[in-house]
């Protein structure tokens, strides 16, 4: 799977699941999600199960911090590290 | 004041004085051991100036006007008067004795708990399929995690437990940038611990974050969060709901609730809307029970949700 299919998948997962009010557009990769509410902390532990589920990347805890977290483009980062 | 710079104007502001004497004295005494002596006899002076109007005007004015309000508004049964006794009783009582009965041996503590539904924990835990409790905030509650280590049951993982700990910040709590992956790894670990058997807790009344499901409560059309929810089904776990009622006789009871119903079956949102309903209906009979065992800030949060 490319960077741009994961980010994809992810961005369509946070509309579809995560958003509190889904966005009118999906997040684009640089979009600070954490910060702007997009996802809060219960997000965050839905979006990382997904990535375990969908893309068999494992998550340690101290890899749950915001450097991680904050946008798309790092969450891609982070799972791209780790194949 | 009485025992310091100036004199006391009023008769009101002498005996509130006195109070805060009283109150000192029994705080300085739960520091140095001698407590239980004088744990009872607090209760009751506490309870007798609570009762007294002068004092609730007095000494505690802004308080008796929430708790007035807050009887009123949330359509709570019995006499608002007595709500504000027993609140105002328990506030003061808490002040001064909470850290002490969390300090407090096993024995010592046990001799002064009821625990009720001990039997539906127990029995969760031997099915060792992970068990989550629901708390609702009580002026005691934090006794729950003490009586919980005396009976000798491992207390597991309590969810926001990091926004407490010494040294935080109060503004640590509502930025985003820190709560967001400190509670994300609370979430987590509560989630790997469910899933051993073990158990975690999380309260259930709390009202930040943005994911809510609205319900018709005590007047209020409130937002609960779905996290307990959320975790239990997740990790297929048990779910129970606890609290702790403080008696004004000094007594704690420890109340534990039988397992909530759910449905495997039954698609993730489903379960987690129903167990949320359940809930907020659990929770609401116990507001009807006893509403003085709320804190006050629990009370003002309440009045905050559009009325119904």
């Given at each position: 799977m490319t960077d741009d299919q994961i980010a994809r998948e992810l961005a369509d997962y946070i509309v579809r699941e995560i958003a509190p009010t889904p966005p009118a557009a999906p997040p684009g990769p640089d979009v600070p999600i954490i910060e702007q509410g997009l996802v809060d902390s219960l997000g965050l532990f839905k979006l990382i199960a997904f990535v375990e589920e969908r893309l068999g990347v494992k998550i340690a805890p101290e890899e749950i911090v915001l450097e991680n977290f904050a946008t798309i483009a790092a969450i891609v980062k982070l799972i791209q590290s780790r194949r | 004041m009485i025992f310091g710079p100036g004199f006391p104007r009023s008769q009101d502001?002498?005996?509130?004085?006195?109070?805060?004497?009283?109150?000192?004295?029994?705080?300085?005494?739960?520091?140095?051991?001698?407590?239980?002596?004088?744990?009872?006899?607090?209760?009751?002076?506490?309870?007798?100036?609570?009762?007294?109007?002068?004092?609730?005007?007095?000494?505690?004015?802004?308080?008796?006007?929430?708790?007035?309000?807050?009887?009123?508004?949330?359509?709570?049964?019995?006499?608002?008067?007595?709500?504000?006794?027993?609140?105002?009783?328990?506030?003061?009582?808490?002040?001064?004795?909470?850290?002490?009965?969390?300090?407090?041996?096993?024995d010592a503590l046990l001799r002064l708990c009821?625990?009720?539904?001990?039997?539906?924990?127990?029995?969760?835990?031997?099915?060792?399929?992970?068990?989550?409790?629901?708390?609702?905030?009580?002026?005691?509650?934090?006794?729950?995690?003490?009586?919980?280590?005396?009976?000798?049951?491992?207390?597991?993982?309590?969810?926001?437990?990091?926004?407490?700990?010494?040294?935080?910040?109060?503004?640590?709590?509502?930025?985003?940038?820190?709560?967001?992956?400190?509670?994300?790894?609370?979430?987590?670990?509560?989630?790997?611990?469910?899933?051993?058997?073990?158990?975690?807790?999380?309260?259930?009344?709390?009202?930040?974050?943005?994911?809510?499901?609205?319900?018709?409560?005590?007047?209020?059309?409130?937002?609960?969060?779905?996290?307990?929810a959320e975790m239990a089904v997740a990790a297929d776990a048990t779910t129970l709901s606890a609290a702790v009622s403080m008696g004004a006789d000094g007594r704690m009871t420890m109340e534990i609730e039988p397992s909530f119903t759910d449905d495997a079956s039954l698609p993730r949102a489903e379960r987690v809307e129903r167990l949320v309903r359940e809930y907020a209906a659990r929770l609401e009979k116990r507001w009807q029970r006893d509403a003085a065992q709320l804190p006050w800030g629990d009370m003002t949060t309440h009045l905050r949700f559009p009325a119904l």
């Open positions: - | 502001e002498l005996r509130e004085n006195l109070f805060r004497l009283f109150q000192r004295s029994f705080q300085s005494l739960a520091k140095s051991g001698h407590s239980l002596k004088v744990y009872r006899s607090s209760f009751e002076l506490y309870g007798r100036l609570a009762a007294e109007r002068w004092a609730q005007l007095t000494i505690w004015p802004e308080e008796t006007a929430l708790i007035e309000r807050f009887a009123r508004e949330a359509g709570l049964p019995g006499e608002p008067q007595a709500m504000v006794q027993k609140s105002l009783l328990l506030h003061a009582a808490a002040a001064t004795w909470r850290r002490m009965l969390q300090g407090l041996g096993r009821v625990a009720r539904g001990e039997e539906h924990l127990r029995a969760a835990l031997d099915a060792k399929r992970g068990v989550l409790i629901a708390h609702c905030h009580t002026v005691f509650a934090p006794l729950f995690w003490s009586w919980l280590e005396h009976k000798g049951i491992a207390p597991g993982v309590t969810l926001g437990h990091w926004a407490w700990e010494q040294g935080r910040k109060a503004g640590d709590r509502t930025d985003p940038k820190r709560a967001v992956p400190e509670m994300a790894r609370e979430l987590f670990a509560a989630s790997q611990t469910l899933r051993a058997g073990g158990l975690a807790h999380v309260f259930g009344d709390g009202v930040q974050g943005s994911r809510q499901t609205e319900i018709a409560f005590c007047n209020r059309r409130r937002g609960f969060r779905s996290t307990f």
